[in-house]
């Protein structure tokens, strides 16, 4: 039944060795990506370059201007001295939000009336401009809390609410992407390694050479996987290692089963790469399958989007996803520590998917060989 | 013993496309059978379906009296085959690339280490132990394979085209190997498209639009009544300016055919021609020629029959001038 799988795997891992410059590229490749992922994407938006153009000019209009500054989220670049300028400050792309104050903002507030502050905010870049509208919309509302809390005597707004946030308590965006792109990395790795070992020897005609000698379908089907899971362990304790050292993200969890439910998704992966190798002929096919399975994954897991907000159909489709459960496991047992009672069922549907998929190759891989 | 392959009305389609049609044909234990055809004449396809590669859409066959379908596991244990194109691991030396396939075929490690060491000797390739499968020339590589395919000891070998693309040396070492295997005992089955290989095999089957169209010894091709009729003779003329002494020859009523070999031309005219040749030749300006009798070669047998199988599948029936 497994005929030849010790010969196939002493064979594998020859190739692993005469070729540094792909074992290189897997340890670079993953280090490159986590780095740009992590410290590139902020989907914090802070320090949004603002114009003011403060007709008013009085202490009220500019403590006005400070609250906006003193949130972080706002950085003066520019103080316009006409409407015609402030416009033209956002067109040219200096500043992404316009604040305009009345030249009456002081005298109307102090008798009491409402006043109107425009904001004028640069639409083209939607996460910006959401959050732009948001802080400034709780920063005037704070503001005129606390002028309505001071015309009733009362020295604070009635409710004041103390949020504590129990995981991530920076509220990161790197704790909460790197986890997740532990698990991109590791598809990735895995998948094209495995999809590349089988489909070279059907390029170079080895694979018909084999089917002549006594090597069994699944000896050889295993033989290729097990060299590839070696590296994925490796390259999986790697990119864990650079996450938890170069990004000072902590494991809450326990490492035994971050370990364990690794190893369940690392053979979904394979199982993945066997399937691209039973479909693509070539090397460049392979690449053409091997991308459209991650280019779902990376947009539907969970990654970047939340899933919560996605249509019926996609929402669907997205649970069928292994990386979805693998995200939700990394993040749970990385970043809220949660053990296994806490994550078995995520754990069970991947296990089931990735026997499905395993099986589903095994057969196809059958059937192209003979 | 059984015969070592025995085939009967093999046919292999690739949808409407029949890539070898109801080929029947026995080869002995000890034979060399030389398969030849033009490229895309299905030789591959036979081979793949000899070794269990493939199945055959009808027709079976036998390999050492073993069903080629029912029991293609056992005879991948007692058979050899050196692709068509070379399929050894590049990136491996070939001390690896023997261990591998030693090890593949279940040798035990003893046993292992003697017939590696064996094969390197037989193939000569001692030398290049070290070296990566890619760094070795055409006619190493093909040595690298055959010691490949030799080391579990196969008593049948199925070479798919081993020599084309190596240089005339290193195929005429390549020849002087397989009869020394051959010498031992070992069966072949080798696919080629030089003439001159054909003529050195022991049997030889002759491959054309998917049908065999001939199989048996190079003699018995050469003595068929297609190849020379009952009232023609094969002669050979050396005569000047070959090319336009073909033409004038071409257009005498008693010349069947009469085309370029090399320095010479081979004709195929009537019997108790020969005189009446010359003075025709000596009539056209070509002066005294010398026209000897020639026995056909493997080359006019292939070209008569493929021409007469031409006229054939054309329909029409086969007019004197194209024999
Ligand atoms: N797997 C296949 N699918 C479709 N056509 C094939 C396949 N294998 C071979 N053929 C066709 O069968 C014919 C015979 O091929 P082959 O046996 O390789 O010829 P040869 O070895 O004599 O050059 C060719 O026309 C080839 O295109
Ligand atoms: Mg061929």
Redesign the pocket.
């Known amino acids: 039944m497994l005929w030849g799988i010790g010969a196939v795997i002493y064979k594998e891992f020859i190739h692993i060795v005469r070729d540094p410059i792909t074992l290189f590229l897997m340890l670079l490749i993953p280090g490159i990506q986590l780095t740009i992922f992590g410290f590139a994407i902020d989907l914090e938006v802070k320090h949004i370059p603002t114009a003011v153009y403060n007709l008013d000019g009085r202490p009220e209009s500019r403590q006005l201007v400070d609250a906006f500054v003193n949130s972080a989220y706002f950085k003066i670049v520019a103080t316009p001295l006409s409407n015609d300028a402030l416009v033209s400050s956002i067109v040219r792309g200096e500043a992404k939000i316009g604040l305009k104050i009345p030249p009456d903002y002081t005298d109307r507030l102090l008798l009491g009336q409402d006043v109107t502050v425009q904001l004028l905010i640069d639409g083209s870049d939607s996460t910006v401009a959401m959050q732009g509208l948001n802080v400034a919309n709780a920063i005037a509302l704070r503001q005129s809390l606390s002028i309505v809390s001071r015309s009733l005597n009362r020295e604070q707004p009635p409710i004041e609410l103390r949020p504590r946030v129990l995981f991530n308590p920076d509220m990161k965006t790197v704790n909460f992407m790197v986890p997740g792109l532990v698990g991109l990395v590791m598809q990735l790795v895995t998948m094209l390694l495995t999809a590349f070992a089988i489909v070279r020897e059907k390029e170079t005609g080895t694979l018909e050479q084999l089917m002549v000698t006594p090597v069994s379908r699944f000896g050889l089907m295993l033989g290729k996987l097990i060299p590839y899971a070696c590296i994925g362990a490796i390259e999986t304790t790697f990119v864990l290692s650079l996450m938890r050292f170069l990004f000072g993200v902590h494991i809450a969890g326990s490492l035994w089963l971050l370990a364990g439910f690794s190893l369940i998704f690392l053979f979904t992966t394979l199982g993945l790469g066997l399937l691209v190798s039973t479909i693509a002929e070539n090397q460049v096919q392979a690449m053409q399958v091997a991308f459209v399975i991650i280019l779902p994954s990376v947009l539907l897991s969970g990654f970047v989007f939340p899933q919560e907000n996605m249509p019926k159909v996609i929402y669907w489709a997205s649970q069928l996803i292994p990386l979805t459960y693998f995200i939700r496991i990394l993040r749970g047992i990385i970043m809220r520590g949660a053990g296994f009672y806490d994550l078995w069922p995520q754990a069970a549907i991947l296990a089931v998917i990735g026997l499905t998929v395993l099986v589903t190759s095994a057969l196809r891989f059958r059937k192209t060989l003979s | 013993m059984p015969p070592a392959i025995v085939a009967r009305g093999l046919t292999?389609r690739?949808?409407h496309?029949t890539?070898?049609n109801d080929v029947s044909l026995q080869i002995e234990e000890g034979d060399i059978y030389g398969f030849l055809?033009?490229?895309?004449?299905?030789?591959?396809?036979?081979?793949?379906m000899l070794c269990g590669l493939?199945r055959p859409s009808s027709g079976s066959a036998t390999v050492m009296g073993l069903d080629t379908v029912k029991e293609s596991e056992q005879i991948k244990r007692a058979i050899g085959y050196m692709s068509?194109q070379f399929s050894l691991y590049r990136d491996l030396t070939v001390l690896e690339n023997l261990k591998f396939y030693a090890r593949i075929y279940g040798l035990r490690r003893s046993r292992a280490r003697r017939r590696i060491e064996d094969v390197i000797g037989i193939v000569g390739i001692g030398d290049y132990r070290g070296h990566l499968a890619r760094e070795l020339s055409g006619g190493w590589r093909q040595r690298l394979a055959l010691a490949c395919s030799l080391v579990h000891e196969p008593r049948l070998m199925f070479l798919?085209?081993p020599t084309a693309g190596i240089d005339p040396v290193a195929r005429r070492e390549l020849w002087n190997l397989l009869f020394d295997l051959a010498g031992q005992g070992v069966t072949f089955f080798v696919?080629t498209h030089y003439m001159d290989e054909a003529e050195r095999c022991s049997h030889i089957g002759y491959?054309y639009f998917?049908n065999l169209i001939v199989s048996g010894t190079p003699n018995e091709l050469k003595q068929l009544p297609e190849v020379t009729p009952r009232e023609a003779v094969r002669l050979e003329i050396r005569a000047p300016r070959l090319a336009s002494a073909m033409r004038a020859l071409n257009s005498f009523d008693y010349v069947l055919d009469a085309t370029i070999f090399a320095d010479s031309l081979h004709v195929l005219a009537q019997t108790n021609t020969e005189e009446r040749l010359q003075r025709d030749l000596a009539r056209e300006g070509f002066g005294e020629v010398q026209v000897i009798r020639i026995p056909p070669s493997l080359e006019d047998v292939f070209v008569t029959l493929t021409r007469k199988r031409d006229t054939d599948r054309a329909g029409t029936t086969a007019p004197a001038e194209a024999l």
């Open positions: 292999r690739f949808g496309f890539a070898v055809g033009p490229n895309g004449s299905g030789k591959t396809t036979l081979i793949r493939l068509q798919d085209e696919t491959i998917s």
